[in-house]
């Protein structure tokens, strides 16, 4: 990786996702990385609502994740994972990926931003971070059939052109483009997320974070939380109200509520 975390701030990292410092880069350890990382750090948009600057500087992405305790997007999560990871000793290659379309097909390049991961063992894994739900652990870059965990059973197939495909229970998630990246490669879909009224990020407002039992999601003003129980929803009456479940559910605290974005009607 050409973009590297600062020098000492690696423990400072862990301890805001409440990890320990692996003895070593194996592959147990990036489990438990992954899992920390999504279990801590919340896949949210606020900045794009916000009106902040996204910067995909690994200053920036630090600053962002472990000195505000904010999360972000896929950019910003994998981005910064990748910085961690790498000063841990793992191989860390930054890869692009175009998300799949409810509608069919697949979104621009650069749509999405992923990591392959050399284990001490010399294995190579998919780790994300940034997806908002997705698989809870890394997963086999060389395995072809089913990969069952705890956010379903995943399959990485081969697909046109030397490209792999996630899916999860059978549906398409990403087309995943081999060829390693920089961070500044990167900042084409950064830009066109944030600014784009066809995004689905200009378009949506949401913070989520994985639970023990299941997961919690901010939407606007709805809070709603799945479990192995089942799922239920909770409308906040209040400004107030919101910016309590940001501190309380997903540790972001906010002075004022992000506006919701005005649907397109298209």
């Keep these: 990786m050409e973009d590297q975390l600062a020098p000492g701030r690696a423990d400072a990292y862990l301890r805001r996702i409440g990890a320990e410092r692996p003895a070593a880069p194996t592959a147990q350890a990036l489990r438990a990385l992954q899992y920390a990382h999504l279990r801590t750090v919340p896949f949210e948009n606020l900045s794009v609502h916000l009106g902040e600057d996204v910067s995909l500087d690994p200053g ?13 997007f896929c950019y910003e999560l994998n981005g910064a994972f990748a910085t961690l990871l790498d000063a841990l000793g793992f191989e860390v290659a930054l890869l692009q990926a175009r998300v799949a379309r409810e509608s069919g097909g697949f979104g621009i390049p650069y749509d999405h931003l992923a990591l ?109 939380t799945t479990s192995g129980e089942g799922r239920s929803e909770e409308v906040l009456p209040s400004d107030a109200a919101v910016l309590d479940a940001y501190a309380r559910h997903f540790g972001i605290a906010l002075d004022r509520v992000p506006p919701e974005p005005v649907p397109s009607g298209d």
Excluded at 61 to 69: P, Q
């Design 60 to 72: 920036a992405l630090f600053a962002k994740v472990v000195d505000r305790r904010r999360g972000g």
């Design 116 to 224: 392959r991961v050399r284990t001490a063992e010399g294995t190579d894994w998919l780790a994300d971070v940034g997806f908002g739900a997705l698989s809870h652990f890394p997963l086999r870059f060389d395995e072809r059939g089913d990969q069952p965990d705890p956010g379903g059973v995943f399959r990485v197939e081969e697909a046109a052109g030397g490209d792999l495909l996630l899916r999860c229970d059978g549906v398409a998630q990403y087309l995943l483009d081999l060829r390693p990246r920089a961070l500044a490669d990167f900042e084409v879909g950064a830009w066109y997320h944030r600014t784009s009224p066809a995004s689905r990020f200009t378009r949506s407002l949401v913070c989520s974070l994985l639970t023990e039992e299941g997961r919690i999601t901010l939407t606007g003003r709805t809070l709603k």
